[in-house]
């Protein structure tokens, strides 16, 4: 955390202000003034947020895409509707409180399930890595079972489904049996089933049908017993275990009951319970006995508001208690089998509805958000000794650089303080920084060249007054509007100037710092993607969503994500703005860290562009760029199957302007030359063509359609086509 911490600090002191500060992380700065203790004066500020830096980063701010945003209003609407529809039918629902229940009598009585799942059972399948397989019931199912569990095993292997943790652990009674529906649909060789049951010390009362296939227990013994041959297939069978024949004694709570097969195919169609005990689930039968039983010990498998809703019924008020009538609706609707039976359409209706709305905001994407902690809860910030973080020395608390204009003294020092600090007017560096910045991106280098080190050790500035000049003026007078800035700027005649420099000019001002003439310099890197895939009218223009994985070359990710494979994206995504490229700091995408774009793994204000070999073999041969050259080739072929036509227009695409006779000339002479090549070799044309997804069903054009995607693939290499200027 510290470590992210010190990454804010420096980005936001560099980006703002301009300033080298992590050289004071460690020690006083070497060069401009501000010391050791004013850095971690800074670092206080960020140290108070509530994030962790962990895996499970909190806050976060899920964000909808803007076709999400659209559907979830209605949705959430639809979801409000007919919750309000349950509601009012479980409201005007008479549930009357059932008699009194003989301890005599004996009944079958569900405790795991009967088509669907209990509330409040923690369900798991196939060693608890995934929920239970339900599946619509078959019409010859056992009478009141909607659902059943339907699970298949390769010969051999071992599926189960369990839970552990119910609402009604139940005490076993004297005479206690276990039935179990069960079909088998499929028989392997060998094949087994086995009933497991939690008496709250171990899982140690197994009843199996069929081979001794199973790993635990001692067979013949109640932690594994056997009960006789698997059921005929097809057919289904009630499988029954006494309670005391696997162990259970009398008096022990049952917490869970587990489902297992080895191999073959089978549904399960409920568990029950015939018992001399009844009366131990009273609650899901009486509102008045739920209350009771739940008020002065809520479980905590109800959720908070449920379980403060039982707690508040034990108050003298509880006619008047609003609680309690929603408490009571959310029985009938939760518990009571009378209310679910009954209430069931109207649930259905309300699930699915649920499920399409909790659908769309499945899909928002959450990001990190930085929120302060409570006053209360503030960390103590101390300068740390040569950086390392657990030499912690004095404490020190947030406040700005001295050499810098102060905060007022009665100013809270939080991030907010920090922010209106920043842009205030009397801090001479933000605006200036943000100007510079700006200047440098229309004009390829800064006023102050060094866009990242205001200080001591950066460059003096060019053009001081004019710097000054655009600061305040756009501090003051365009009150920070960004849009005026450029226009400021893209207006004046300094901009507009032409890139011609006559010899003079060029010996006087070699790197035209008094802007005498208009600077080219090379489009940064994405520009250089995306400008060839528009040019080649396949830049796709899809907004918003997750990354993307355009070509790359093979094995970049063998070695940092251990032999991990990078998935290429297929149709319009891979051909989508640089922007939406997937990117990580450990594995930049290789085209763009060729045409300078920085790793990302701290903060880089300046870009220092770079001309090497390695950028023409990248615009000759990436997958990207042959696709684009592809497209090019396209446009200026359906414009004209003249090869002097296509190529003046395919040149003026790619230029902005009609090429010169020597120019044309040079090309044509180059796609006389290629034309050549395929025509003596039809087999390379058709495979140059597939490399660009260019399909032409006509062999006979093949030769003419690879010569220009040729030169449609030099034509995006031309320096005039990746400089501006």
């Known amino acids: ?15 703002w202000q301009g300033l080298t500060a992590g050289c004071a992380q460690c020690h006083d700065h070497k060069y401009d003034p501000m010391s050791q203790m004013e850095y971690y004066q800074l670092f206080d500020f960020f140290n108070q947020s509530s994030d962790a830096d962990l895996n499970n980063e909190h806050p976060v701010l899920s964000i909808l895409g803007i076709t999400d945003k659209k559907q979830l209003v209605p949705a959430k609407k639809k979801v409000e509707d007919a919750l309000k529809i349950l509601d009012e039918a479980a409201r005007e629902l008479e549930i009357p409180e059932p008699g009194p229940i003989s301890p005599e009598s004996s009944t079958l009585d569900v405790i795991a399930f ?3 799942m209990p509330p409040f059972c923690v369900e798991m399948g196939d060693g608890g890595n995934r929920d239970w397989p339900w599946v619509e019931a078959p019409e010859d199912a056992p009478e009141g079972i909607d659902q059943v569990i339907r699970q298949e095993a390769p010969a051999g292997q071992v599926r189960q489904v369990f839970f552990e943790k119910s609402l009604h652990p139940h005490v076993v009674a004297e005479g206690d049996t276990y039935h179990i529906d069960a079909r088998i649909l499929e028989v392997p060789e060998s094949m087994s089933l086995q009933v497991r049951l939690d008496d709250e010390t171990v899982w140690e009362h197994r009843a199996y049908w069929g081979v001794t296939t199973f790993a635990h227990g001692v067979d013949g013994e109640p932690s594994l017993l056997r009960h006789g041959d698997l ?11 006494d309670a005391s024949k696997i162990g259970i ?17 089978i549904e399960w169609g409920g568990v029950r319970r015939k018992s001399s005990r009844p009366t131990e689930r009273a609650d899901l039968w009486s509102y008045r006995a739920f209350v009771d039983r739940w008020s002065e010990n809520p479980s905590d498998l109800f959720e908070a508001p449920i379980r403060a809703a039982l707690v508040a019924t034990r108050s003298d008020n509880t006619e008047k208690n609003s609680d309690v009538v929603d408490l009571e609706i959310w029985w009938k609707k939760q518990l009571s089998p009378v209310g679910r039976r009954v209430l069931k359409p109207q649930q259905q209706v309300y699930d699915q509805l649920l499920q399409e709305k909790n659908a ?20 103590s910030t101390h300068i ?19 050499f810098l204009p102060p905060m007022e003294e009665d100013t809270a020092r939080h991030r907010l303080s920090l922010a209106q600090w920043l842009l205030s007017p009397e801090n001479p560096l933000t605006a200036r920084v943000h100007v510079n910045r700006v200047w440098e991106q229309l004009f390829g280098i800064g006023l102050v060249e060094t866009l990242e080190d205001f200080g001591t050790q950066g460059a003096l500035p060019s053009h001081r007054k004019l710097l000054d000049w655009l600061a305040v003026t756009w501090q003051q007078e365009d009150r920070w509007s960004h849009k005026a800035l450029l226009r400021r700027i893209v207006t004046s005649e300094t901009y ?18 008094l802007l005498t003439h208009a600077t080219r310099i090379r489009l940064p890197a994405e520009v250089v993607r995306d400008q060839a895939l528009a040019i080649g009218g396949i830049l796709s223009a899809k907004k918003f969503g997750p990354p993307v994985f355009p070509p790359q070359p093979d094995g970049v990710w063998q070695v940092v994500y251990n032999g991990a494979g990078w998935r290429e ?15 990580r700091r450990t594995a930049p995408y290789p085209t763009m860290l060729t045409f300078d774009a920085p790793s990302r793994d701290v903060c880089q204000p300046r870009r220092i562009r770079t001309n090497t070999p390695l950028q023409a073999l990248v615009m000759l041969n990436d997958p990207v760029s042959i696709e684009a050259a592809a497209g090019l080739a396209r446009i200026s072929f359906q414009h004209s199957n003249e090869m002097t036509l296509a190529i003046s227009h395919a040149f003026e695409r790619a230029t902005c302007r009609h090429p010169t006779e020597p120019e044309l000339q040079q090309l044509l002479q180059l796609s006389q030359q290629q034309h050549e090549v395929f025509q003596h070799d039809p087999e390379a044309a058709k495979r140059f063509l597939e490399s660009g997804n260019w399909n032409i069903e006509d062999v006979k054009l093949h030769p003419v359609a690879a010569t220009l995607m040729v030169v449609a693939n030099v034509l995006l290499n031309l320096d005039e086509t990746l400089v501006r200027g």
């Open 1 to 15: 955390r510290v470590a992210a911490v010190v990454d804010r600090v420096n980005t936001t002191m560099q980006v």
């Open 114 to 116: 009967s088509g669907q």
């Open 231 to 241: 059921p005929a297939t097809g057919e289904w069978v009630q499988l029954q275990v």
């Open 249 to 265: 004694e009398v008096g022990k709570t049952v917490l869970g009951i587990a489902m297992t097969q080895t191999g073959g195919k």
């Open 360 to 379: 769309i905001q499945a899909r928002a994407v959450p990001v990190p958000v930085m929120v302060d902690l409570a006053p209360d809860k503030l960390r």
């Open 384 to 402: 740390l000794e040569r950086g390392y973080y657990l030499a912690a020395g004095k404490q020190v608390s947030a406040d700005v650089p001295q």
């Open 496 to 513: 507009r100037r032409n890139a011609r420099s006559t010899p003079e000019q060029r010996q006087e001002d070699v790197r035209n710092r």
């Open 569 to 583: 994206s297929a149709g319009e995504d891979r051909l989508r703005r640089s922007l939406y490229t997937f990117f």
